[in-house]
T-cell receptor, first 113, second 114 residues
Framework: SQQGEEDPQALSIQEGENATMNCSYKTSINNLQWYRQNSGRGLVHLILIRSNEREKHSGRLRVTLDTSKKSSSLLITASRAADTASYFCATVEVYTNAGKSTFGDGTTLTVKP | DTGVSQDPRHKITKRGQNVTFRCDPISEHNRLYWYRQTLGQGPEFLTYFQNEAQLEKSRLLSDRFSAERPKGSFSTLEIQRTEQGDSAMYLC????????????FGSGTQLSVL
């Protein structure tokens, strides 16, 4: 099974509202990353948070990481219709020598104009 | 465009045929990954290269799948004797090579096996 699990599976909000997505994982990690994917396209990296960090910001994105609970959240503030996409968390495990990222099944976000 | 490019974008084939996909990573990236993604799921790791060496291959990957990266540049993924269950989006990604580096993805090759 996948390492990360996102919650909720789908989220629908109005433009201007905030969107929060959660990710839980199973093993010890080096870092956790969030990616975005528009329908039929490849994934685009959004933000990386290392295991010794608790919070990180990038523009309208805020990511938190709680290694004791093995969970992370992605907050998108003041959402726009263009934020409509699927969002995936990906983890790099401590004991992998490949830097291989393991992805969850994603949250599909719909932002209504 | 200096991003990751994949070719073809779409491939339709009949069951039992062989198919080959190509990935051109960002030129200075020495790590290259292949992932497979089906509808509603996240990308699933298939294999990874450090330069020309294939260093890890998913245990879920059958012997019908083979990947190469000659000279550590572009990579090819071949599927022999395709099955309907192989229908998926095949994604290639590259990175600079540290475990903390982000992945840069191509747009993928959508495979449909009839």
């Amino acid at each position: 099974s996948q390492q990360g699990e996102e919650d909720p599976q789908a989220l629908s909000i109005q433009e201007g509202e905030n969107a929060t997505m959660n990710c839980s994982y199973k093993t010890s990690i080096n870092n956790l990353q969030w990616y975005r994917q528009n329908s039929g396209r490849g994934l685009v990296h959004l933000i990386l948070i290392r295991s010794n960090e608790r919070e990180k910001h990038s523009g309208r994105l805020r990511v938190t990481l709680d290694t004791s609970k093995k969970s992370s959240s992605l907050l998108i503030t003041a959402s726009r219709a263009a934020d409509t996409a699927s969002y995936f968390c990906a983890t790099v495990e401590v004991y992998t020598n490949a830097g291989k990222s393991t992805f969850g099944d994603g949250t599909t976000l719909t932002v209504k104009p | 465009d200096t991003g990751v490019s994949q070719d073809p974008r779409h491939k339709i084939t009949k069951r039992g045929q062989n198919v080959t996909f190509r990935c051109d990573p960002i030129s200075e990236h020495n790590r290259l990954y292949w992932y497979r993604q089906t509808l509603g799921q996240g990308p699933e790791f298939l294999t990874y290269f450090q330069n020309e060496a294939q260093l890890e291959k998913s245990r879920l990957l059958s012997d019908r799948f083979s990947a190469e990266r000659p000279k550590g540049s572009f990579s090819t993924l071949e599927i022999q004797r395709t099955e309907q269950g192989d229908s998926a989006m095949y994604l290639c990604a590259s990175s600079l090579g540290s475990s903390n580096e982000k992945l840069f993805f191509g747009s993928g090759t959508q495979l449909s096996v009839l």
